[in-house]
């Protein structure tokens, strides 16, 4: 059997490369979603020491529909760094992704430690901001078909984000309208609610679920709440701009 560092290798190759592989579950059916955590866990330390930073954390599986469909009761989370992060307004590569598709997500950054159990209180008095973003996901894996713990294993398919400007950290984000539009055509149309019917829960959840890991949310900490649409896939030449009620707006243009 693959060793959880070769599969590490294998999924980080395949990121790092732009390269479509396998699902790791076609080999190994009894792989683990706490094995898939594991090979999570080596793959991004690959990254960093080639040199990328922590960055934060991301939420996947925000919605109960979503958990049904694919038999679990918790959110998913992966790791992000700042190779990760593209400026606002600047121009995402799709020759660096191989299925590269954009939702989008509340962002929270902290100013305050954030572990184990917390309510949303403590949670709400943790963090420095809120804002607006999108999340570039991208399934290494061919034909964008995956089991549960190969996504895991993929870093939950975490590829990139987008931060829209800061907001204070008491704004309102429980239901607040999203339009994403390419081209200025809407695409994508929902609400902040869609995501574990407020925001601050994936907070929450993000706390205790890490913390399982041994880890914790630190100050500085950029964490993405889920997806609050369904993803759209991207191309080259499309301009895509994602405006949320009283948060602002979040854009990016798509090159080859």
Same mark, same amino acid.
């Given at each position: ?12 190759e ?51 529909a979503?958990?049904a469909?694919?038999g ?11 190779a ?10 799709r020759?660096?992704?191989?299925? /590269? ?5 509340? $962002?929270? &950054? #902290?100013?305050? @430690?954030?572990?184990?159990? %917390?309510? *949303? =209180?403590e ?10 973003a ?13 089991a ?20 204070c ?16 055509? /809407? ?5 902040? $609610?869609? &995501? #574990?019917?407020? @925001?601050?829960r994936s907070? %929450?959840? *993000? =706390?205790?679920l890490?913390?399982?890991a ?7 900490d ?20 994602t ?14």
């Open positions: 059997m693959t060793s959880l560092a070769g599969l590490a290798q294998i999924v980080d395949a990121a790092r490369t732009a390269t479509a592989i396998p699902q790791l579950t076609d080999t190994l059916p009894g792989l683990t979603v706490d094995d898939a955590y594991a090979v999570q866990a080596l793959s991004v330390a690959r990254r960093r020491a080639r040199g990328e930073r922590r960055a934060g954390f991301k939420m996947g599986l925000p919605s109960r979503k958990m469909q694919v679990v009761s918790e959110v998913i989370w992966g790791r992000l760094t700042d990760m992060r593209l400026g606002e307004g600047g121009e995402l590569h020759s660096r992704y191989v299925h /590269p598709r954009v939702e989008p997500e509340v $962002a929270y &950054i #902290l100013k305050k @430690p954030l572990e184990g159990e %917390v309510s *949303a =209180a949670a709400l008095a943790a963090l420095e901001a809120v804002a607006p999108v999340e570039i996901i991208d399934s290494r894996y061919r034909d964008f078909k995956f549960l713990p190969d996504v895991v294993a993929d870093n939950s398919s975490s590829s990139g984000f987008f931060v829209g400007p800061w907001a950290p008491s704004t309102d984000v429980a239901n607040l309208g999203i339009l994403m539009e390419v081209d200025g055509r /809407p695409v994508q149309i929902g609400s902040t $609610a869609a &995501i #574990l019917g407020d @925001p601050i907070l %929450v959840a *993000a =706390a205790r890490v913390a399982r041994g880890e914790r949310l630190e100050p500085g950029v964490v993405l709440a889920g997806g609050a649409t369904a993803a759209h896939p991207l191309a080259p030449g499309m301009h895509v701009q405006t949320f009620q009283r948060l602002g707006r979040v854009a990016f243009s798509v090159v080859a």
